[in-house]
């Protein structure tokens, strides 16, 4: 970002030249109720990579204001996606760490009768709200004393009422224009056990109010966030000005960034994960970090995908092929090259020595030679993809193997087939080939030239391996329901095989499988299969 112009920046960048703040402190602040997404990357990169720009600092704190709805294990998940990223916090805080102080500027809001008690219930306040033409009517409530106010908040916080029965609310302007001003609640009766508080409080304050005297105790200059709360930005603003921070912090609103075809809801994706739809938040289907990072998808592509896409005041949303172009281009340059055969189609090599194995040396990477090299294996018995064979050569573009013609297996030898062995039902088992050894890659024998070249992998060293795939994991049609939108065809799997010098593959470890796509490997302690592989990307992007 550090070469990039946006209208953020161009503000940060006065607020320095003018002295109005020595140092940028920005913060970004999930709700611990569900796993991180692509969605969360444009925040977190934004405001962590504006902060570095300047010399600043970016807190991660946890609004963790609804205890109901918030677990440990998000908690350790949302560090654990920042950190991934590539970003350390200067410092990790809990809105929970400032609930006496919040709770003391609301007592400072009742004394000035700026707040009140309300018995109303939350569908009566919704009702009595008005709407964009209709001024709302007051609550019979509003005019309570503030002795009576006091009283009434702090039997709330000692748990004397239902979960409910009643309500803080801010006084401010029923007939505002702006909905979000018309006396929002700002405290609300909750007996959950709180996960950091345990069941110290039974009151809990509303986003609204806690968010921005939260921002105000750190010292946050700037609170970047999401468009939505445009106008939450008056109320964001009061809450500051009338609760007497000594800081003043200023709210930036920048577009969201959508995917075609992609939930971004957690609600919903927590739905996908409760009704068993997927494996878990880290399902590759699934557009979170985890998610993603199980598939194989690279920190340094989703950040570059986030940085191209710019900041604007403007929400946006893009096709997953443009993510999926970064993610190729980062893979290009770092991942290893390897045999796969996915779809295996058996070979024997009929004039090739039973029991005799050729090694042969070849680089992990054509360019990267920080990768090192491999020893790729040649013998008798080969597989190759199903798909590189036909019995009959459809023309002469045909650029595979067909009876009587002759392809290269990479870096080794020609291979003449035959003849085909079939099933009682008709189907090719097996492909009976010759080889030249005069023609072995790379010794200068160029007499005549192949109908193409194909990979494989030697039978006897093969390690029998699976390969999982996944297409859109819901249907675009969003009028229909979640459930009905669920593509029960989003998981394939497929048994194959991968080159003997695989064995000791690591999880994590990426490859572009040779003509077949990018894996990542990733070992499943579910079926203890320490050869499973995830389609990263494919070879191609359709992005223009």
Not at 117 to 134: L, M, N, P, W, Y
Not at 267 to 282: I, P, Q, T
Not at 293 to 312: C, N, Q, S, V, W
Not at 483 to 506: A, C, H, T
Request: charged fraction near 30%.
């Amino acid at each position: 970002m550090e070469n990039q112009s946006n209208f953020i920046k161009t503000i940060m960048e006065d607020d320095i030249k003018t002295g109005k703040h020595d140092e940028i402190i920005t913060r970004f602040p999930p709700e611990p109720n569900g796993f991180l997404h692509i969605g969360h990357a444009r925040a977190i990169v934004t405001n962590f990579e504006l902060a570095k720009v300047f010399g600043g600092k970016t807190n991660l704190r946890y609004d963790d204001t609804n205890p109901s709805k918030e677990d440990e294990v998000y908690v350790k998940g949302i560090i654990e996606d920042v950190r991934w990223l590539g970003y350390e916090p200067a410092g990790i805080y809990w809105a929970s760490d400032y609930f006496e102080e919040m709770y003391q500027r609301a007592i400072i809001l009742i004394k000035k009768g700026l707040a009140y008690v309300d018995d109303q219930s939350a569908e009566e306040i919704a009702k009595t709200r008005g709407d964009v033409v209709t001024p709302g009517i007051p609550s019979p409530y509003r005019n309570r004393t503030v002795d009576e106010n006091l009283e009434l908040f702090a039997q709330m916080r000692e748990g004397k009422f239902k979960e409910g029965e009643k309500v803080l609310r801010a006084k401010i302007d029923m007939a505002s224009p702006n909905m979000n001003m018309r006396d929002p609640v700002l405290y609300r009766i909750n007996f959950a056990s709180h996960h950091n508080t345990g069941d110290t409080w039974k009151v809990y304050p509303m986003y609204d109010f806690a968010h921005p005297i939260e921002d105000a105790i750190e010292g946050i200059t700037h609170s970047l966030c999401s468009l939505e709360f445009e106008d939450h930005r008056p109320l964001y603003d009061w809450v500051v000005r009338e609760t007497e921070m000594p800081h003043t912090p200023r709210q930036i609103e920048f577009g969201r960034l959508g995917i075609v075809n992609t939930v971004m809801s957690k609600r919903l994706l927590k739905y996908l994960v409760d009704s068993n739809y997927v494996d878990g938040w880290d399902d590759p289907r699934m557009p979170t970090l985890s998610g993603l990072r199980r598939k194989g998808y690279t920190k340094e592509a989703i950040r570059a995908f986030i940085l191209a896409t710019g900041l604007a005041k403007v929400n946006s949303e893009v096709e997953v092929d443009m993510l999926e172009s970064f993610v190729r281009d980062d893979l290009q340059a770092r991942a290893g090259r390897a045999f796969a055969v996915i779809n295996p189609l058996k070979v024997t090599i009929t004039n090739y020595p039973e029991g005799k194995i050729e090694y042969f040396d070849v680089p992990f990477h054509p360019e990267n030679t920080g990768l090192g090299s491999r020893k790729i294996a040649f013998s008798k018995h080969v597989y190759i993809e199903q798909e590189d064979f036909s019995e009959v050569k459809p023309d002469n573009k045909y650029k595979r193997l067909s009876l009587g013609g002759e392809v290269r297996l990479f870096h080794t030898y020609f291979i003449k087939a035959t003849d085909v062995v079939k099933d009682e039902n008709g189907k090719i088992v097996e492909v009976l080939a010759t080889y030249d050894e005069k023609t072995l890659s790379g010794s200068g024998f160029n007499e005549r030239k192949p109908d193409g070249t194909i990979h494989f992998v030697e039978a006897t060293t093969a390690i029998p391996a699976t390969f999982n795939f996944f297409g859109p994991l819901l249907d675009a049609d969003t009028n229909k329901t979640i459930d009905e939108r669920y593509n029960p065809n989003s998981l394939s799997q497929k048994q194959g095989f991968i080159e003997g010098g695989l064995k000791d593959v690591k999880t994590d470890e990426k490859f572009q499988f040779v003509r077949n796509g990018y894996f990542n490997c990733y070992a499943n302690k579910k079926t203890n299969n320490p050869y499973e592989f995830n389609e990263i990307v494919p070879l191609k992007s359709s992005y223009k």
